[in-house]
């Protein structure tokens, strides 16, 4: 029940300030206990994307209240409407940090962290080449972006990156099942991990840029406009 009602607010069928049914209501529609209702109005209010308040009832917040990086709320979100705007939101949160976790990588990063971008890179290669299977195409690309943003060895990146997993496998798996090439966007994958693997940190960065952006121009077209 949480997921409908979650679903249904970032989808925007109740709009910030509207008031949902009253439990009784809630009840019936769903055909569920007073009980179950309460623990979903609990969950959402958790994710400060509602409030109850006594005698006033239960409102959905303003979005800027929203746990945007909560990972439910994500998909709910990804779920209701892959609009451009989600897109953008995702990519200019990944381009603040993703090529500064690059360019840690290339400069703290261990021998067996290095090698360990290599397996992951190498994995990404021979899927995309093999062309078939686009989830684990996508779980690859999640893995690669992942492995670095861990190897940055910076905390906060860290659990950002734990965070938005579920925007970034979705957003994998769309881009991969409209691509003509699945192994397009190798050669950009490569110049990330041989500039990193090389112990190059600013070129790191600028050639995860260069990938973000390139990922991010191809989902664009296949997104709803806002």
């Not at 055909?31 to 308040?53: F, N, W």
């Not at 381009?95 to 397996?119: N, T, V, W, Y």
């Not at 699945?182 to 260069?210: F, K, Q, W």
Request: include cysteine.
């Amino acid at each position: 029940m949480a997921k409908i009602l979650g679903t249904r607010i970032v989808g925007g069928e109740y709009q910030p300030g509207d008031t949902l049914p009253i439990e009784g209501d809630l009840c019936a529609q769903f055909g569920v206990s007073r009980t179950t209702v309460r623990e979903a109005i609990k969950h959402l209010a958790g994710k400060r994307l509602i409030d109850v308040q006594p005698k006033i009832g239960t409102r959905v917040l303003p979005f800027a209240d929203w746990n945007l990086l909560d990972r439910e709320v994500l998909a709910w979100r990804l779920e209701a409407q892959f609009d451009s705007k989600i897109v953008e939101d995702i990519f200019e949160m990944r381009l603040c940090f993703e090529p500064r976790a690059s360019l840690l990588a290339a400069r703290h990063g261990s021998i067996e962290d290095l090698r360990l971008i290599e397996k992951r890179y190498t994995k990404l290669a021979a899927i995309a080449n093999a062309g078939n299977d686009v989830q684990q195409a996508a779980q690859a690309d999640l893995e690669f972006h992942l492995t670095i943003i861990n190897l940055s060895h910076n905390g906060m990146f860290i659990t950002i990156g734990s965070a938005i997993k579920t925007a970034l496998r979705v957003s994998s798996e769309m881009l991969l099942r409209h691509a003509e090439n699945p192994s397009e966007d190798l050669d950009l994958y490569d110049n990330v991990r041989r500039y990193i693997v090389n112990r190059e940190p600013e070129h790191a960065a600028e050639a995860m840029i260069r990938l973000l952006e390139a990922s991010r121009a191809r989902m664009l077209p296949f997104t709803t406009k806002v």
